[in-house]
């Protein structure tokens, strides 16, 4: 593969082949000046990852890996979910349901999608609302636990590069005891980079990824929330532009350390 290719491939990749090469670089730079030992990575990095794996249930560990990539490539603009409730209300408005259905299908947001097709299925909109709501909180409790693994590794990563300086310890004092000068330094080198690794893995790594992953979870139940809402203000035939007010309602609404009130139909029809 040639450079240019490369540079397209690791744009491609997004956010998520970005950290790997910063990695990868992180650890090319250790080994060249000599901060990479690889029995200190070892009990730091390895036993971090092997209680996750022991204590988490495989299905939880992939949900969370994709919950974080998904996070780490970015959140969709509100915009499009808007403009795409703005197309659905058109066609409603102007062929019924049958255009309806297949408008949602060409969609791209499968939530979006799914809570139409849902529409004909139930009964009224007090049974749609309550399907999606559960749905929703099925998510959000999804998203919940993943977050829950992913500090705990950042748990995990300190407390094993202290157990690791233990172990460094103890060979160094073993070492004294029969006077094996040379062997000194591996037991040192393991005591002072198990604490090294542990707090740069915890700290640089984990904890802004955990942040990362809860603002994606705020944006994934904002964008739920509206997506409930605006399904329901279509399937009463209400105008695209109220339908992007009402919306639109959400997005100033949001702020970064408040949670976004949830906005009722019943709200806009009042107003």
């Not at 910063?22 to 990575?41: C, E, I, K, N, Y």
Request: glycine share 8%; charged share 20%.
């Amino acid at each position: 593969m040639r450079f240019p290719q490369k540079i397209d491939a690791l744009r491609a990749s997004g956010r998520v082949g970005l950290a790997a090469c910063a990695l990868l670089a992180a650890a090319v730079t250790a080994a060249l000046t000599g901060f990479l030992d690889p029995m200190s990575l070892l009990i730091t990095l390895g036993g971090s990852l092997g209680v996750v794996w022991y204590t988490f249930p495989r299905t939880r560990l992939a949900s969370t890996w994709q919950l974080v990539r998904d996070a780490l490539a970015g959140d969709p603009s509100p915009d499009d979910l808007i403009l795409a409730v703005k197309r659905l209300a058109r066609v409603h408005r102007a062929d019924g349901p049958r255009g309806l259905e297949r408008a949602a299908a060409a969609e791209d947001d499968p939530f979006l999608c799914r809570a139409v097709l849902l529409s004909f299925e139930c009964a009224d909109d007090t049974e749609l609302r309550d399907v999606l709501t559960a749905e929703a909180r099925g998510r959000q409790a999804e998203g919940e636990a993943a977050r829950h693994v992913v500090l705990t590794l950042g748990k995990l990563f300190p407390a094993f590069g202290l157990i690791g300086t233990l172990i460094g310890l103890g060979v160094l004092l073993r070492n004294l005891a029969a006077a094996d000068v040379a062997a000194i330094g591996p037991g040192l080198a393991i005591a002072v980079l198990t604490t090294l690794y542990g707090a740069v893995l915890a700290n640089v790594v984990v904890l802004p990824v955990a942040t990362k992953l809860q603002a994606h979870l705020a944006n994934q139940a904002l964008r739920t929330q509206m997506t409930i809402d605006g399904v329901l203000l279509v399937l009463r035939k209400e105008y695209p532009t109220r339908i992007e007010r009402a919306l639109r309602a959400y997005v100033s609404a949001c702020a970064p350390t408040s949670t976004p009130r949830a906005v009722r139909p019943a709200d806009h029809r009042a107003a």
